[in-house]
């Protein structure tokens, strides 16, 4: 797990993450303000909490869980490198994977800047850029 704070992903930047999930169960991307207030929870989820290949994304605002969305396009293979581009406005987030298809996930928090990205589950992050 990796927890990154007091940093700066703004509208208009992209975040880019490369790496590997380890395991056949489950990893996360967690942006936000801290760990109790999360805009964007992206949870693709191999066999995991009852689900198999399936992307789970949700917001927890003050430690309250929201509304999930679930998507069933799942690019990501064990064991295999993987990279998702993140981007975001006032409206939604916008997640391409590895495949090229885009996750859209409304931006709850309507925020314009995010100081939080958390890294959790069975996963090995190699590079995260901002640009």
Not at 90 to 99: Q, S, T
């Amino acid at each position: 797990m990796v927890s990154i704070q007091n940093m700066s992903f703004k509208i208009g930047q992209e975040l880019k993450v490369s790496g590997k999930a380890r395991k056949d169960t489950a990893f996360s991307i967690d942006i936000g303000h801290n760990d109790h207030d999360i805009a964007l929870h992206f949870n693709p989820r191999f066999d995991a909490h009852g689900d198999v290949k399936v992307i789970v994304c949700n917001s927890k605002h003050g430690d309250s869980w929201q509304d999930e969305q679930r998507d069933s396009c799942f690019p990501f293979q064990p064991d295999e490198q993987f990279k998702v581009v993140i981007n975001f406005d006032n409206e939604h987030f916008y997640i391409k994977l590895p495949d090229g298809n885009m996750v859209h996930f409304p931006n709850r928090f309507g925020d314009d800047k995010f100081k939080y990205i958390y890294f959790g589950g069975d996963v090995k992050i190699y590079s995260l850029k901002i640009k």
